[in-house]
């Protein structure tokens, strides 16, 4: 069984930013492709940035120039950096892997709060 933990989640003004992690543990013999989601009160589900096994990141326009998807040699850490945080990124965020026979889990999400 895999599973994944997400942190780095907080309050912040307009402006500021926060990394946010997502590790994974358990038996990961393969991954081909981890994200990050977020979710809004009221709004679905979306992808904000991913990374997959190749090392290609991908983002959403809404993230693009302010967030960065990286990872550590492992692959077992990935993160996301958010700069210049704005209102609108308030959400939980979750991180979902797709590992070994294409498995998808997901992580229990981590609020992120851009407030004044």
């Known amino acids: 069984q895999v599973q994944l933990v997400e942190s780095g989640g907080g309050v912040v003004q307009p402006g500021g930013s926060l990394r946010l992690s997502c590790g994974a543990s358990g038996h990961i013999f393969r991954t081909y492709f981890v994200g990050w989601y977020r979710q809004a009160p009221g709004k679905q589900r979306e992808l904000v940035a991913g990374?997959?096994?190749?090392?290609?990141?991908n983002y959403a326009d809404s993230a693009k120039g302010r967030f960065t998807v990286s990872r550590d040699n492992t692959q077992n850490t990935v993160f996301l950096q958010m700069n210049s945080l704005k209102p609108e990124d308030t959400a939980v965020y979750y991180c979902k892997r797709t590992v070994n026979n294409y498995d998808i889990y997901w992580g229990q999400g981590t609020q992120v709060t851009v407030s004044s």
């Open positions: 990374v997959t096994q190749d090392g290609t990141t």
